[in-house]
């Protein structure tokens, strides 16, 4: 069982669905995170949950919405999208202590979102 | 802010070539580095990391040196292998930036290809 599992691994939508990404870690970590990877450009550092408390939100656009229920889940709902939008989106985890975090980031195998 | 720079793909190398994959960075703090390797339709996999000045990261062949006079943390391996083709991302984590747990800065990758 891999430590970070994404599912779907692949997603197709239109721009007036709404669909949701789910991610799950079998680590033990307290710390999680949404990464968009678009050709030809650095991650990007979307949201952070540390223990299942929002604190990183880098000017996402309020069609992406998380979720994290619980320290194990991480949710990215997804309405009205654009095309530009299209990326694979990665979620992470990490175990941070006081602020700080102690362990590198495990990630998922993404899910290969499309917007057409 | 912090930042990093790699450099730009893709890199195609015949098999047991010499590699050097150049990373530099520029925080705020006393960063961690970290080189991440991605293979195709994968999610991103830690390589090797070092927390402090002139630590040696290695792993799998590959080594990075942390050298904070140049602000660098350049990959290297003697011998590389057909498989070694990936997506290198050179990365820190500098809890100086202001705390929390804020994930970590990321380059934008160097596409390695190894050719028999």
């Known amino acids: 069982e891999t430590g970070v599992t994404q599912t779907p691994r692949h997603l197709v939508m239109g721009m007036t669905n709404k669909k949701s990404l789910k991610c799950e870690q079998h680590l033990g970590h307290n710390a999680m995170y949404w990464y968009k990877q678009s050709a030809k450009k650095p991650l990007e550092l979307m949201f952070v949950y540390s223990l299942e408390e929002r604190v990183e939100n880098n000017s996402v656009p309020s069609r992406f919405s998380p979720e994290c229920p619980n320290s194990s889940h991480l949710f990215l709902h997804l309405h009205t999208l654009q095309p530009e939008d299209s990326a694979l989106y990665l979620c992470?985890?990490?175990?941070?202590?006081?602020?700080?975090?102690?362990?590198?980031?495990?990630f998922g195998n993404g899910t290969r979102l499309t917007v057409t | 802010g912090n930042s990093v720079t790699q450099m730009e793909g893709p890199v195609t190398l015949s098999e047991e070539a010499f590699l050097t994959i150049n990373c530099t960075y520029t925080?705020?703090?006393?960063?961690?580095l970290f080189w991440y390797v991605q293979y195709p339709g994968e999610g991103l996999q830690l390589l090797l990391k070092a927390t402090k000045a002139d630590d040696k990261g290695s792993n799998k062949g590959f080594e990075a040196t942390y050298r904070k006079e140049t602000t660098s943390f350049h990959l290297e391996k003697g011998s590389v292998q057909v498989s070694d083709s990936a997506v290198y991302f050179c990365a820190l984590s500098d809890p100086g930036s202001g705390g929390g747990a804020d994930g970590l800065t990321f380059g934008k990758g160097t596409h390695l290809i190894i050719q028999p």
């Open positions: 992470a985890s990490s175990q941070e202590t006081g602020g700080i975090v102690n362990s590198p980031l495990h």
């Open positions: 925080a705020t703090g006393y960063p961690s």
